[in-house]
């Protein structure tokens, strides 16, 4: 062997140690992140609305919650405020009193077929302990072509795949940081292009092409292209200013806290720690959220995750053509230089 063989062999070496240990952390990473936060479920917190001045309804959940801690009474200040809090997602049940001095519960299993499942548990036991009547109602169903209401969830780890691995692709052909503002405004456009056709194509998946949301194509393509390019602005970002090794930060963020975390698979109430608020700030959780405001609830509760969506895809934008501007001119510099030999790094290119 060679001389030169055997420098970049030792110049290969370090860095392929490097990115096996950083594979093996984000892998471990992993397991830990998805068999914790799901090994067992255990719901704490379930809110549940109930009128001020219904003294039935609140005396039976002031007697669960001095039980259990499953679940946890919000007060309005009438009927109508209960009712409106259903609707925009603040609670997942309201308790009333009901016909023939019995209780009325109603839910919403959109926002939450765990969640809701679980209050319906707890409050039929006790009702039964007090030999009250109880009556549920199921205000806002899930379609039944999805009883478990996890099509959002998967639907949305689809888009959000989608748009870091786009972005990976472009980072390893063209190189992760563009060397201009005008190529990192290509690369914007041609992520944007790609969001919306990725957007439709998901859309058809679970509308035409499986019969779910056969009357929302357009509302689910349009947040399907919001969630991809949000995911790709984000990626871009951070890849254009670590290279590729900024994927690996992508990955831990949007896929190993980010799917658990999301509030796609159980309820925020059943996560632990700090996972449960996750959803209000990650792609994944504001997608699946902005979803199911959408097809269920009319839009209600649907301003915050669009407005973050829209944020995390601007300020993704920016910190691209930051990084650019910064790493793509010093590359351009180096490139100028008489004693830079070979091909550019696919970390510094584009």
């Known amino acids: 062997m060679d001389n030169a063989s055997q420098g970049r062999d030792r110049d290969w070496a370090p860095r392929s140690i490097g990115l096996l240990l950083g594979t093996l952390v984000l892998a471990t990473a992993f397991i830990a992140a998805y068999v914790g936060a799901l090994h067992q479920p255990t719901p704490r917190d379930l809110p549940v609305g109930v009128a001020l001045g219904d003294q039935r309804a609140q005396a039976t959940l ?22 409106h809090g259903l609707l925009s997602r603040a609670v997942y049940a309201v308790l009333s ?8 519960l109603t839910i919403a299993s959109a926002s939450g077929p765990s969640a809701t499942s679980a209050i319906k548990e707890v ?55 563009p060397r201009t503002v005008r190529r990192a405004g290509l690369r914007i456009a041609a992520l944007a292009v790609y969001s919306v056709l990725l957007g439709i194509a998901g859309a058809v998946v679970v509308g035409p092409v499986l019969d779910i949301w056969h009357h929302d194509v357009p509302t689910i393509a349009a947040i399907g292209a919001l969630a991809v390019f949000a995911a790709a602005m984000f990626a871009s970002a951070i890849q254009g200013w670590l290279g590729v090794a900024g994927t690996a ?46 097809v269920y609830f009319d839009w209600r509760s649907a301003g915050w995750p669009a407005f973050a ?28 230089g008489p004693t830079r030999p070979g091909p550019a790094p696919v970390g510094d290119g584009g």
Do not use: C
Request: no cysteine; net charge neutral.
């Open 62 to 83: 002031d007697a669960v919650r001095g039980q259990t801690n499953i679940i946890k009474p919000v007060g309005y200040d009438d009927a109508s405020a209960a009712e």
């Open 97 to 104: 009193t009901g016909p023939d001095n019995g209780l009325l």
């Open 123 to 177: 409050l039929t036991t006790a009702a039964t302990r007090s030999g009250t009547p109880l009556k549920v109602v199921d205000e806002v169903p899930v379609t039944s072509a999805d009883p478990r209401g996890v099509v959002p969830f998967y639907l949305n780890v689809g888009y959000v795949l989608g748009g870091y691995l786009a972005s990976t692709v472009l980072g390893i052909s063209a190189g992760t940081t």
């Open 249 to 294: 930060l992508v990955i831990l963020l949007l896929v190993v806290l980010g799917n658990p975390g999301s509030g796609g698979i159980y309820a925020p109430e059943f996560l632990p720690g700090v996972l449960r608020g996750m959803h209000r700030w990650n792609i994944p959780g504001l997608a699946n959220d902005l979803s199911k405001a959408a």
């Open 309 to 336: 969506l829209a944020l995390w895809a601007v300020l993704g934008g920016l910190g691209l053509l930051g990084a650019s501007l910064v790493r793509g001119r010093r590359t351009v510099t180096s490139d100028s």
